[in-house]
């Protein structure tokens, strides 16, 4: 018999709520000195990829912000974060925090975890510019509806 703390039992607070967590990342800010950084480190073919596509999330609009998380850029709205970019030895990700909610008719994305998905992109591959871009896109306007979503409910 345990006479220590009682046995906790995990809630499923989306089933029961209804609503998925956003995830939060602090220190987010217009232009990122660390991101800059990052970004400029290392000149190669792969960075460069990475630079490309994270000026992209930049262009998503005025209130995108970014931070260095887990070492690598993060595109954020306010403190949520959309996307970011990482480089490897032979390969770039392009990834989305909330990617396995994405439609994805090219089918770029890959990954199995229960929300992000990437897009790993290597130097002299062909990738299909327009689909990624799209998913930028989709990416940026799902975490302002999720934070939409979030604040009505907050009002309610």
């Not at 990052?38 to 970014?66: K, Y």
């Not at 260095?68 to 030895?89: E, I, R």
């Not at 032979?90 to 925090?97: L, R």
Request: with cysteine; net charge neutral; charged share 25%.
């Amino acid at each position: 018999m345990n006479q220590g703390k009682p046995r906790r039992i995990p809630l499923d607070l989306h089933g029961l709520t209804g609503r998925v967590g956003i995830f939060r990342i602090s220190g987010a800010e217009k232009r990122s000195p660390a991101v800059e950084s990052w970004l400029n480190d290392d000149p190669s073919e792969l960075r460069t990829i990475a630079q490309r596509w994270f000026a992209r999330m930049r262009e998503c609009g005025e209130d995108v912000r970014e931070a260095l998380h887990d070492g690598c850029p993060v595109a954020c709205v306010a403190d949520a974060p959309f996307g970011y970019v990482n480089a490897f030895k032979g390969h770039v990700n392009v990834g989305f925090f909330n990617g396995a909610a994405l439609d994805d008719p090219a089918h770029l994305l890959v990954g199995s975890g229960k929300r992000m998905r990437h897009v790993k992109l290597t130097a002299g591959g062909e990738s299909n510019v327009t689909a990624l871009s799209d998913l930028v896109n989709a990416a940026y306007m799902d975490i302002k509806a999720c934070l939409d979503a979030e604040r009505g409910s907050e009002n309610a």
